[in-house]
């Protein structure tokens, strides 16, 4: 199945760098917040108080992706990320979109799909179609005729482990975070 027969996507927009915030408002979403290769990045948060379009707001669980890079390398090139629990509410930026999903789709889905946007083959795939000389592109087409691999028995126990991995990575990240403090 394409990846366009479960998604549509919702592009972000500019915004106004004069009201950018260390606290208040959505956290911006943009290239900086994807890490290399896919997954959210974290470090420093910028805040958008201004006023935004409510499609182009996320939630914890929303994912969304990059079809820019400004490199060559094409690291960030169709990169992931899946909008963390700590993270109430997040702003997409022009130079991401937010993934959504079909009425139908179900958390598995969701799952299985962000995953899938993961693997090397994704990324290769996203490297292979990327246009541009200094600023990487991916067209909304390429991005949506990615080809989902079909779920077997040990890809979603695949899936199952990633997470579990995921939510240990989060738990080690947040007590760091307080032994920090």
Known sequence: MKLGDIVSLVRGNTYKS???????????????SIDRNGGFKYGTKKHYPGQSDLRILLHPGDLYVSLKDLTQACDLLGA???????????????????????????????????WSLRTPQYRAYCKARGTGTTNMSLSRTDFLNWR??????????????????????????????????
């Open 80 to 114: 992931i990320a899946r909008v963390p629990n700590d993270i109430p509410e997040g702003r997409l930026t022009q130079d991401t979109v937010k993934l959504e999903f079909s009425p139908q789709a179900t958390e598995l889905d969701r799952r299985y799909t962000y």
């Open 18 to 32: 004069s009201l950018l915030s260390e606290t208040d408002g959505p956290v911006l979403l943009g290239l900086g």
């Open 148 to 181: 989902i691999p079909s779920p077997t028995a040990f890809r979603t126990r695949l899936v199952a482990l990633f997470e579990l991995i995921d939510a240990k990575l989060t738990w080690n990240r947040r007590t760091n975070d307080y032994l920090a403090a």
